[in-house]
């Protein structure tokens, strides 16, 4: 069973940064993605970026292109989220989630579908 820590939410002024951390465990396959998405309130989940195992090829979502970046630590079993340049619209509740597959997977969208196991969700709020 796939389990997904997340930490790194909070506070923080428009133009500022976090970091979301995202750690992972109890993969079954070699060959899975893990993402992030968000829901802000009102608002339908969106994804966000997502990362591949299969040779780290990553997604963004055009709303966060060019200000976050995802990347991942094969160490620790984590996948991190940079967040700059934040503005006010990026506040949500943000959720990793993971999605396994049969082989090699390299990303050209973010689906909800494809994923079945979430974390547990951080806050994260752009205000000044």
């Known amino acids: 069973q796939v389990q997904l820590v997340e930490s790194g939410g909070g506070l923080v002024q428009p133009g500022g940064s976090l970091r979301l951390s995202c750690a992972a465990s109890g993969f079954t396959s070699d060959y899975y993605a893990i993402g992030w998405f968000r829901q802000a309130p009102g608002k339908e989940r969106e994804g966000v970026s997502c990362?591949?195992?299969?040779?780290?090829?990553?997604y963004y979502a055009d709303s966060v292109k060019g200000r976050f970046t995802i990347s991942r630590d094969n160490a620790k079993n984590t996948v991190y989220l940079q967040m700059n340049s934040l503005k006010p619209e990026d506040t949500a509740v943000y959720y990793c989630?993971?999605?396994?597959?049969?082989?090699?997977?390299?990303?050209?969208?973010?689906?909800?579908?494809?994923?079945?196991?979430w974390g547990q969700g951080t806050q994260v709020t752009v205000s000044s």
């Open positions: 990362i591949s195992s299969s040779d780290s090829s990553t």
């Open positions: 989630a993971a999605a396994e597959f049969s082989g090699s997977y390299y990303p050209t969208a973010i689906w909800e579908y494809e994923y079945d196991y």
